[in-house]
């Protein structure tokens, strides 16, 4: 009994390519038609946007007056202009309790700093 | 701060549990004419308005602790710190307070932060004992007294997430000095965190639902931008236009109808 022969099929000049050339008319021709430059722009555009509306969303906002500042008789302190919007206040929803439960409201304020009227 | 009011009597209208008016310090001092009237005017605005409790900030003490304690006579609720002393070592304020409301029975803690030996003039007339160990003391004498343990601090939001990690017990820090606004309430372990903005523009309203065994059942923070909607409350307004007018401004600004200086 003859042993098996194994048959290796060569690697000719550019089989590589001819393998890839056979899947050009897919995948890769298809891409060849985008404009990818403009695409990583696209993206890079809506990320800094994304990004930037996050920091927009950051619930702290900073006191453009020292606090020290406060005491001078002659000077207000006054906000920075780029200080974010506070979000709409919302009237508490109602959500049922359980029964036993009990619901505590608190009103809280600080850091008021003698002020009276804040828009006056 | 009328406007502070009139949001105040719409919530106590609408509110049908126990409700609490709380302020977390700095408050007594600050702009004009507070100083003027040595706190008088926030003292006075303040007992109108209903507090229950406020705590004691540095700027409290920006006239010494003499001052202070001569508005703290004045004032309808208790302000609080416990761990404000004077330099010999006598209590400047009280340290807690235990009020019923609805059939609740709550403790509120005052503490007062550190920072508050440095200000100018007034470091060498006072002492500020550490918050954590205070508080620490406070919750184990007062927790077995209440049912809810509120701590009404100005050592800042940093610090009140580490008392909450600390000390057990504490059911709600109601905070100041960072000057943070939050859309929703900071927890750590089983104690809610919450602070409101400054100068008076915000207010703060933290809505906690507990279940029968006083476990957090829902906690909602609701950051209220006192804006031009809230009509000036009458009572309110009349006391600030009697101060303005016997406080006027030492430095009006100009407005477009006024000529220009002359030369």
Redesign the interface.
Known sequence: MQPATVRRRALRPGHLSQSFERRRPGFTRLCAGIPWAVVLYVTLGCALLLAACGTALT???P?VAD?TS??S?????TLASATPE?????P?TA?P???????????????????????? | MARRATFIKQERAATQGPLLLLDAGSTLFGYWPSIESEGRILIEAMNAMGYDAMAVGEYDLYLGPDILQRRIAEAAFPVLSANLYTSEGQAVTGSHTIIERNGMTIGIIGLTEPEAEALPGVGALITVHDPVETARMQVEALRPQVDLLIVLSHVGLEADMALAEAVDGIDIIVGGRSRRLMQMPERVNDTLIVQQGYAGEWIGRLTVSYDADWQIVSATEDLVDLDPSFEDDPELKAMRDAWAQRWPSPTPLPTATEPPPAG
């Open positions: 619930p702290t906002i006191l606090p406060a005491f008789a002659t000077a207000t302190p506070p979000t709409a206040t919302e508490p959500t309790t359980p029964e036993g439960a009990v619901t505590l409201v608190i009103l809280h304020t600080t850091d008021v700093f003698g002020q009276m009227d804040p828009c006056g």
